[in-house]
Structures are given as C-alpha cells and as structure tokens.
C-alpha cells in the first residue's frame, strides 16, 4: 500500500497528493511517470512524477478530474492508501544542452510541465513559460512555475485572468521576438500541442510534446499506447512519453483517446445512480 | 481386468451453456474417475512418459499413489518436482509431453497424465494444511519476475534454505497464467493458491516492481543479493506492419487479453477496466494465444474468426483447445493472411482483407512454408482484429544491464542448461531465453537454474 501523506486542492477540479514511495523517488528523474491502481477494481491510470522528495521517500501527482477513476482518486484523503503504485515509467527528459527554452503548459498539462521547467531552470537555461486555461479558477501552480522560470506569461480563454486568448497567441509573440530559441516543450490538450508544434514547424524551431496515450500495463507489453510518430508505430510508455512534435499524428491520438467514450460515461453514471463509493448519497 | 482402450473423458461445461460465462470449461475428474484412469496405467519398469516432463515428474509412482488411495503421498511426490501441479495439470501440452511417450499410447489412447495431475493438486488444495516455512540460512537470492519460470526457480531455491525476493511488474504474480491464460482455462483462484503455497514458503513477493526501472540488476547485487534469476517472459507483442494497424478495433492479443483477464474487463463495469467489442471479431494467429482470444472474445458476445496462414495440420495450438473452440463456434479460415485492416472516418476498424495461401516447400522450422496466391484478395467485415503472431522477448533487463548478452531476437544468451548468462553470478530462463514456448518449458528451466544458483553460490562459499 501506498500512503496519502499530504493532499492540496489546487483548483475545484485539480489535485495534489504526496504519496509515500520510496523506491520510486529514489529513482525518479522529470519527464518519468507512474501507473496506479486505487484498488482491486479499479483501472490503471498514468500520472506524471510532478515533484519527488528522495530523502522523504514520496512523490508528488498532481491530476485532473476528467472521469472515473480520478474523481475516485480526488476523494481520497490524507491517510488512504493507495493498492498499487509502479513506476518510474517512460523516458526521462534530455535536459541538458539547451540555452533558451520555452516551456508551454495548458490545463492540467501544466502540473505535467512543472518538473521539466524546473529541470531546464536549474540546468541553467534561460527559461521562458507559458500556462493557460480556460478559466481562472483552473491556473495552478503559478507561484511554483515563476520560481523556476526567468519570465511567466499567463493566459485564460475567457480572459478572467492574464491574456484573453491561447497560450499560442503569446507563443507566437516570443518566437517573433526571441531569434535564438533551442527548444520549445508544450504539454497540454492534444489540440493544443498539435498546435504548438505547427507554430514551431513554421519557425523551425523544435518542439518536445508528452503524449497521454490510453496506457494498461506501462512497461510496453500491451501496445495500447501506440502512436504513430514519423510515420513509424511507437509504444508511448517505453518510447515516450515525449516525442518530437512535428513528427507526431495528433489526430491518431485524438482517434484512439475516444474510442472508450461510451464506457468512460456508464462507469461514470453508473457509479452515481447506485449510491457507489462517490458519497453522493 | 481387461484394459480400457480409451481415456477416462473429463466431464465439460456444455458448450452452449460455457460461451455465456467465463467459468472453466473442463470440471475435471471425481474421485471414481480418478481411480479409473489410474487403473489404466501399466506402472511400466521403463516408464517412458518420464522423459517427456520437462520437470521430471515422478508419474508412475504418483498414479500408483493414487492407486492405493493414498493421496497425500501421491500429492507429495508430484510436489517433490513440481511446484504448479495444478496449473500443469491444467495448460500442459500433454500430447506433445509425457501423453506422447507413454507405453499405453503405442496401441491405445496414453494414460491421462495431465488429468491425474490436476485431480491430485486439486484435491490438495481443497483440503487445510499447513505448510511448513523453510528456515532461509544460505544468502539472498533475486528472481526477476513471477511467472512460472521464477515462481518455480523462487519455490525451489527456498526449499534449499535461500531467502528469495521475487520482483513482478504487475500488481498480480503469475505471469501469463493470471494476464494471458483465461478464467475458463485457468481459474485466477487456482494461480493464487498455488501463489500463496510459494509464499508459506518463505519466498518474498514485491508486486509492482520493475527491474530496469525501480531498479537495475548491478542495484540488486548493490543491496546483498548473491545472484539473481532473470525469468521476464515473451511479453512483447508482434505486429504485422500492414496498413490500418492503429485503426480504433485493433488489440494485441495481448492487451486484450490483460484487459479482460488481469483487469477483469469482462465484469465492466463493476470492474473499471473497459473492453470495446463489436458484432464480429477476427484473430490473426494460429497458436493458443489465438484460441484463447478467439474463445474469450465469443464470450464476450461476438461472432469469433479465426484467421491462419496455414493448415489446420500446422496449428501450433493445443488439440484440446482448438477442439473446445470449434465446439464452441469459433470459425476458421485456413490459408489466409491478412493484408490490410480497413477503416471509416472515425478511425475504426470496419473490415479486413485478407489473400489466400498455398503451402510450399518445408522451411526451417520444418513445416511447409505459406505462399500468398495472387489475386486471390478478399474482405470480410469485421469489428474487431485481434493480432496474436506471436511475442518477442522483453527488452527492458537486457536494455538496463549491458553486460549481458542478447541475440539478434533479443532472448539472453545463455552459456548451458543451467542458464548461465554472461553477466557473473545471473542466471536465465523461461521465455526470455527460449522465446514464446509453454509453461513446463519455463518451469523446467527455473528448476534447473535454481539446482545452478545453488551449486554457484555454494562453490563460491568454498573458495
Ligand atoms: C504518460 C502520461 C502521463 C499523464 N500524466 C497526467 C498528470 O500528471 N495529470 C493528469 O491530470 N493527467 C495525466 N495523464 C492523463 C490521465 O492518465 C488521464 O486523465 C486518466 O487516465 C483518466 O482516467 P479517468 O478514469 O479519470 O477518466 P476516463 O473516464 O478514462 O476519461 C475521461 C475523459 O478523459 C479522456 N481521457 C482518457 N484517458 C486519457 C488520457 N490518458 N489522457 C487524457 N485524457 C484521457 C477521455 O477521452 C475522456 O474524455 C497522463 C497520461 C499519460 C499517458
Ligand atoms: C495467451 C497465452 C496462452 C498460453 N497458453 C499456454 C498453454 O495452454 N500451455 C502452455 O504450456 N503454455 C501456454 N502459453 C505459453 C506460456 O504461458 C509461457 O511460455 C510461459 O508463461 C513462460 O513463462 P515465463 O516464466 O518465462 O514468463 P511469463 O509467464 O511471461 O512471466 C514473466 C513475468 O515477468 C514479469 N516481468 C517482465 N519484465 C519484468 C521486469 N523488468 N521486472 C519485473 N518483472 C518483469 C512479467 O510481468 C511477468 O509476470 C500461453 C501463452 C499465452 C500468452
Ligand atoms: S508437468 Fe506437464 S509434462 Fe510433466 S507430467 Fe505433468 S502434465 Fe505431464
Ligand atoms: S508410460 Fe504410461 S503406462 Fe507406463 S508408467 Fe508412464 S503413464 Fe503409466
Ligand atoms: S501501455 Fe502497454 S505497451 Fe504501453
């Protein structure tokens, strides 16, 4: 079992749990994920390691509330356990090497992109970040992503906060300003990473994307992750989960996230209507 | 008493009723039965069947056993070289093992070997006991996985006095038999049962464990392990490279069967993990894994096809479940290999086109080679494709652990039987070294390794 020590909500639908893992934080370095399961029913999800205590022995998840099993997830308290927890997964990210990067973050992307910005920014690069959401409930971590970027820029759909517009608006605005960008990272909703990496392309400017691929096992032995990346298959949980953006199939990806649709809904109603574990009666 | 020519018959679920659950197919023997099919065997002075168990299963002394009534013993001598008689008895290939060299089948039909074994281990586990825990005095002893090859290489090295720490990627040991093998096959409750015998024990299970990611192997020897076994299986699944591959509709049969197997798809949604299967499902392959694919799919209510690039002849499947699986009504299509999967503009898979085969020339692997007859393309519309052609050898140890050495199909090379890699004091087995192969083969090959670590470790001591 693996023990909650610590839980924040940071927005209505996003949560953070420190989770006691010792192993796993020794280990953990910024782009690696984890796989869970909360318990004996329940699905395999992938998060990503936000942040990691080696000396504690936790790591940090931070996730959003899209369907069954992270809803479940954001029930739990400080305390609670969870039955499985494996990792670290997929390829950590080559931080090394870069001298300007911008780091692009939308919705619970965001909390994905954190541990990397903070990796170029201790590495020494000069790092430049974006994040938006839809509505300024949603921003999280603004305070954690200014402490480890050299300019923030923030960005809200509806323009309750900081730039009314896309993240891709102010990315834009820097690549028309800032000749000398080596890397680009954007992680966020599939449309907007694919966007992201058409900006890019346009600039020739490379772009690292995090694919969030419907994973089982992690540990490439199912292919239900594949994607197809410069037109060859990939497994995004032993190959990725970062790939380069301009060689990426986004609408594959978008394809295969929907084919469950019909499943994710009944577990979801299912769930409310037979006075299950989500307390609504 | 005059012989009886024929096997004792293991009562079946009746095929109409079993394609509607997911519960075992073959009940097996009652005691009567049982004493029946031992009578059969002939206690022969050269028990030939021997020489077929990859584990050395002493089989004439155990149906003996059973003979006079005294389970116990023959459940002791099984145990004495087996430590899954229950699974064994279940998913061996017996035909092609010890039912093929047994005297009795020269004339007549073999002694139902497998059967006797799974009444005796059946019995032993329905019966209380207690299992007495070795004392661990002789050093630390990794395996790295929990499938059959490590549970046995693990159960055996505990018995000789090593304190064992097996890790398992999964939330769940057993290898294939708990994410491959199905339910109605190999009930989950008997893997864990015989699990739970490997722990008693003394042997450390740690779950959700990655070697090559949690840890390395050179970490394991940094923590006090003396020498490690690595037994990770086949598990990576093949593709065939044909246009529509990434089509929604498409599984390996591997996530499809981890899907409903390990994660219990087939009870969605009280179980969490979902499965998507339309009206009518293709399975490319022609080996176990396709049967129980196609079986499993049928359950789940499709229209199930198999579809195979040769003959019935040539189906590497055990007779057994290709027989439960025509009775059940799975479709065959011989001779055909697909060649694309086609699609609509969702993205999901709505038909299949395959061409037609002709056997050639023997290749190496000493059945005749399949040749595609030109023109001869067809398309059936299908739901679902299932690809089960087969799984290469994990990559994750080798790739995290340099010095040991891999052939060009990525199995660990080893130096003899004993599997010996070219890495000091790491030992191989299973389906990592052989690739795909069966259950026995793996768990011959964890015994022998385990006999190895042993002989290893104590002439290291000496010198
Ligand atoms: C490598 C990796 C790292 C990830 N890291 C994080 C993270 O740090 N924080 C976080 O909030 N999420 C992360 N995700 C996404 C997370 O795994 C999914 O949100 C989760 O599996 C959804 O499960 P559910 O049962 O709650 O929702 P479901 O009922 O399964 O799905 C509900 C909705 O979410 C969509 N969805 C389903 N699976 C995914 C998926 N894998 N990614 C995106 N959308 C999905 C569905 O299309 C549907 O619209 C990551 C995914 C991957 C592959
Ligand atoms: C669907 C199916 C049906 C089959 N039917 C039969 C049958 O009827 N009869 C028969 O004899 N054979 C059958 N086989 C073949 C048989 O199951 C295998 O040959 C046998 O299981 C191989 O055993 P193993 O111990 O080498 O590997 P596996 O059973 O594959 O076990 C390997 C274990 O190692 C774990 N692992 C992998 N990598 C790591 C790592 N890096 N760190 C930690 N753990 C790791 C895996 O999760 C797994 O649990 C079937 C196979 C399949 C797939
Ligand atoms: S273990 Fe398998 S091969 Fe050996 S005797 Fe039993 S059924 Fe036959
Ligand atoms: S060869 Fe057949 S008949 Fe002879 S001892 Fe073995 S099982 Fe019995
Ligand atoms: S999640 Fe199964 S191969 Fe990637």
Redesign the interface.
Same mark, same amino acid.
């Given at each position: 079992m693996y023990r909650i020590i610590r839980k924040k909500v940071l927005a209505p639908t996003m949560k953070l749990i420190e989770v006691e893992a010792p192993?796993?934080a020794a280990?953990v370095l910024p782009g690696n994920f984890v796989i869970l399961?909360i318990d004996e029913?329940?699905?395999?999800i992938p998060l990503t390691v936000a942040d990691y205590d080696r000396k504690k022995g936790t790591i940090t998840l931070i996730f959003q509330e899209v369907g069954?099993?992270t809803k479940h997830l954001g029930r739990l308290e400080e305390g609670d356990a969870l039955?499985?927890?494996?990792?670290?997964?997929g390829e950590h990210m080559q931080i090394e090497g870069y001298k300007k990067v911008i780091c692009v973050g939308g919705g619970s992307g965001t909390a994905l992109l954190y541990p990397k910005t903070k990796a170029f920014y201790e590495a020494g690069a000069k790092v430049l970040t974006i994040t938006g959401a839809r509505t300024k409930e949603l921003l999280i971590l603004l305070d954690e992503l200014d402490a480890v970027s050299d300019e923030l820029y923030v960005t809200t759909d509806d323009g309750s906060y900081g730039h009314h517009g896309f993240v891709t608006d102010i990315l834009k605005e820097l690549l028309d300003k800032h000749d000398d960008v080596d890397l680009v990272v954007a992680i966020g909703p599939v449309p907007m990473m694919k966007a992201c990496a058409e900006l890019t392309r346009e600039y020739g400017v490379k772009c690292i994307v995090s694919l969030n691929a419907i994973m089982?096992?992690g540990?490439?032995?199912?292919?239900?992750c #594949?994607v197809?990346v410069g037109g060859e298959?990939k497994f995004t949980c032993?190959d990725g989960p970062a790939f380069d953006g301009h060689l990426v199939d986004f609408d594959?990806l978008m394809? #295969?996230l929907?084919?469950?649709k019909k499943?994710?809904e009944?577990?979801l109603s299912?769930?409310c209507c037979s006075g299950g574990e989500c307390k609504c009666h | 008493m005059p012989l009886k020519p024929n096997k004792t018959p293991m009562p079946v679920q009746d095929s109409k009723e079993r394609i509607k659950n997911f519960n075992e197919v073959a009940l097996g023997y009652s005691e009567a039965d049982a004493l029946k099919e031992a009578e059969r065997c002939l206690n022969c002075k050269k028990p030939l069947c021997k020489q077929g168990c990859p584990v050395e299963v002493p089989i004439p002394e155990f149906i003996q056993a059973i003979k006079e009534k005294d389970y116990e013993k023959a459940i002791e001598i099984l145990k004495s070289k087996n430590n899954l008689p229950a699974i064994c008895g279940r998913v061996c290939p017996q035909e092609n093992q010890c039912e093929k060299y047994c005297v009795m089948g020269k004339k007549h039909e073999p002694v139902a070997i497998g059967r006797l074994e799974r009444w005796v281990a059946d019995w032993d586990l329905n019966r209380k006991k207690e299992v007495k825990s070795i004392e661990a005095t002789k050093g630390k002893v990794a395996v790295v996985g929990a499938g059959p090859a490590g549970l046995t290489a693990a159960a055996d090295l505990a018995k000789m006095g090593y304190k064992v720490t097996v890790f398992e990627?999964?939330?769940k040991a057993g290898g294939v038999l708990v994410y491959g093998i199905p339910e109605f096959r190999l009930p989950k409750e008997i893997v864990k049962r015989e699990v739970e015998y490997i722990k008693q024990l003394g042997v450390e299970l740690k779950?959700?464990?990655?070697i090559g990611?949690?840890?390395t192997i050179d970490e394991l020897f940094e923590d006090g392990y003396e020498a490690v076994f690595i037994a990770t299986g086949a598990?990576?699944?093949r593709?065939m490279n044909i246009p529509g591959?990434?089509l929604?509709?498409v599984?390996?049969a591997?996530?499809f069967l981890?899907?409903v197997n390990l994660?219990?798809a087939y009870r969605?949604?009280?179980?969490?993990?979902?499965i998507?299967v339309g009206k009518r499902v293709a399975v490319i392959g022609g080996g176990n894994v396709a049967m129980d694919a196609a079986r499993t799919a049928l359950r789940l209510g499709a229209e199930s096809y198999v579809i195979y690039r040769r003959s019935e002849k040539e189906m590497p499947a055990r007779l057994e479940e290709i027989h439960h699986a025509k009775e059940e009504g799975v479709k065959f299509k011989f001779l055909a290999n697909p060649v694309e999967i086609i699609g609509n503009e969702?993205?999901?898979v709505i038909a299949i086109k395959c061409i037609d085969m002709e056997l050639g020339e023997p290749d190496e692997s000493g059945r005749r080679r399949p040749i595609p007859k030109e023109g001869s393309e067809w398309v059936m519309e299908v739901d679902n494709v299932i690809i089960a052609i087969g799984n290469s050898p994990?990559?994750?140890v080798p790739r995290t652990t340099p010095d040991i050495e891999t052939t060009k199909w990525g199995t660990i090379v080893v130096k003899n039987e004993d599997g010996e890699t070219t890495k000091e004091g790491v030992f191989a087995g299973g389906d990592i070294v052989t690739g795909a192969a069966t259950v026995i083969e793996a768990m011959g090959a964890g015994k022998r390794a385990a006999r190895a670590i042993d002989q290893y470790l104590t002439n290291k001591k000496i010198m």
């Open positions: 192993d796993i280990k399961r029913k329940g699905e395999r069954y099993t039955l499985d927890l494996v990792g670290p997964l089982v096992d540990t490439g032995m199912c292919g239900g #594949r197809i298959t032993v594959d394809r #295969r929907s084919y469950y499943h994710e009944e577990v299912n769930e | 990627a999964f939330h779950l959700n464990f990655i990611k949690t840890k598990g990576l699944p593709f591959e990434n929604n509709g599984y390996s591997n996530e981890t899907r994660m219990k969605f949604p009280e179980y969490k993990t979902p998507r969702k993205g999901e994990n990559p994750l």
